[in-house]
């Protein structure tokens, strides 16, 4: 399962990465963007993942498949890929580092 915070900006993200490492969780397992970069800026570094509802042959980014899904237009997003048992430890750390909006997905 995918739980997504969405942060006002970086330093806040940074924060919340690093309570998310000291309780334990892995920044291998975090996906870290800002959705205010647009996707032209990003051709060479954007993540292509394919989530359930995408097709072999509909492929977007994962940023533009959140934006679009849950109608996100602005902030730094982390992304933690965890077990469901752990969900709300997570998103209470998440809204304890302030996050505006935690999507569990």
């Known amino acids: 399962m995918r739980i997504i915070a969405v942060l006002e900006d970086q330093k806040s993200a940074n924060q919340l990465i690093d309570s998310l490492k000291i309780n334990g969780y892995k920044r291998k397992d975090?996906?870290?963007t800002d959705v205010n970069k647009s996707f032209d800026n990003l051709?060479?570094?954007a993540i292509?993942?394919?989530t359930e509802e995408e097709s072999l042959i509909h492929e977007t980014s994962y940023t533009d498949n959140i934006i679009?899904?849950?109608g996100i237009n602005s902030g730094i997003l982390v992304v933690l890929e965890a077990p469901e048992s752990e969900a709300n430890?997570?998103?209470q750390i998440m809204e304890q580092n302030r996050a505006i909006k935690?999507?569990?997905d």
Request: glycine fraction near 0%; proline fraction near 0%; avoid cysteine.
């Open 48 to 50: 292509n993942l394919k």
């Open 89 to 91: 430890e997570i998103m």
């Open 30 to 32: 975090m996906i870290v």
């Open 43 to 45: 051709k060479d570094d």
């Open 68 to 70: 679009n899904k849950y």
């Open 102 to 104: 935690i999507i569990k």
